[in-house]
């Protein structure tokens, strides 16, 4: 993976020391990503480059053709695998997440730049800066899909944003069910390019550093070698049903059923039998299935007090296992430690990758 910014250069001085050319370097790809050579072959293949030097004196149109040059280098290093399987020679874009991706990172490189350098090279920064946020604004506009708004009751998910609102969350998106989608997210008041739209505290982040504050953490921390990740399905399998939470607001919004692959039914996994992603979903559910025996009735036997056995089925397991597959992310918090975690409100963001796509209220 890429670094989370891109470096940003000094450039080269002229005789009286001012700036003739601003640099902006691309992170450098990271030894420890997978698609390592495959992209640096593509980097070469296309003679495309991380560093630029932009020459602070030239037109407009050479200004955007060094943009578009250090863009295609971006979508490069932000290539996932599938992206690179079907590159090819096309130059991109890719996808959104990647167009985003690509975009954004240079949208910031360039602030830092216009904070930096004189006024000379200003000028030249602004120009770039402003054709990136054209360009960002325009990844949205070219999703021809409609996404029709519909009225609903979401009681309990404006409760949970008062909820996170109170605890720090800080927020300009309210809740929206989507025609054909689900529950989503929208603006509650115009955002710019590059503004935040949520803010929130990592206290309300779900964990492992939360977890070790919990009481089953201290429970079974000795207990078969048990796992920090099996501990948070066992957390969040127990606290579903705690009415005393903290997160009851954030559970209480959790649909309760996922309809991942995990809970197909028998026709649904009749019609995949014969498949790859047949033996795949099998292959899952015997090893949680194997997962849940060695725990239950064990933990309800042990620590009768922690896990009750109405709220301890298998049903609920997999529910739990459900719920991390489908609403994790990956954060990097305060600590510097990569975490897998639920975070709330944030979870509610999965209707689309485009999220200036035009909207349409319907009412029924």
Known sequence: MAAAAAAVGAGKLGAGGDAVAVEVRLPPLSEADPLLAEKKMILEKRNLSCEIQIPVACSAVDALKLLDHI??????????????????????????????????????????????????????????????????????KSDNAWMVVQTQNHDAEDSLLKWGEHLGIKSRLQIAYFQGAGRGMIASESIGVGDIAL?????????????????????????????????????????????GSKFKPYFDTL?????????????????????????????????????????????????????????????????????????????????GKLSTCLVPVAGLLNHSVCSSAPLEVFFY
């Not at 971006?74 to 020679?89: C, T």
């Not at 201290?218 to 049903?241: A, C, G, P, Q, V």
């Open 71 to 140: 863009i295609e280098a971006a979508r490069v290093v932000y290539m996932d695998e599938l992206e690179l399987y079907f590159a090819g020679d096309d130059v991109g874009p890719f996808s959104a997440r990647n167009e985003l991706e690509s975009l954004n990172l240079l949208l910031k490189t360039m602030k830092k730049l216009l904070l930096t350098s004189n006024t000379a090279a200003k000028e030249v920064l602004q120009i770039l800066h402003d054709e990136i946020v054209v360009k960002l604004k325009s990844v949205g």
């Open 255 to 335: 649909p309760a059923n996922f309809n991942t692959g995990l809970s197909f039914g028998i026709d649904a996994l009749a019609a995949l039998e014969g498949t790859l992603l047949f033996d795949e979903i099998i292959q899952a559910r015997q090893h949680l299935r194997q997962q849940y025996d060695e725990l239950f009735p064990l933990l309800c036997t042990n620590f009768p007090e922690i896990f009750r056995k109405d709220v301890c089925t298998w049903d609920d397991f997999l529910w739990a296992c459900e719920l991390w597959y489908s609403n994790s992310m990956m954060i990097v918090l305060s600590s």
């Open 199 to 243: 803010e929130i505290p990592e206290s309300l982040i779900i964990s492992d550093e939360l977890l070790c504050q919990s009481e089953v953490f201290l429970s079974l921390k000795d207990f078969n070698n048990i796992t920090s990740e099996t501990m948070l399905l066992l957390w969040s399998m127990r606290e579903r049903y705690n009415l």
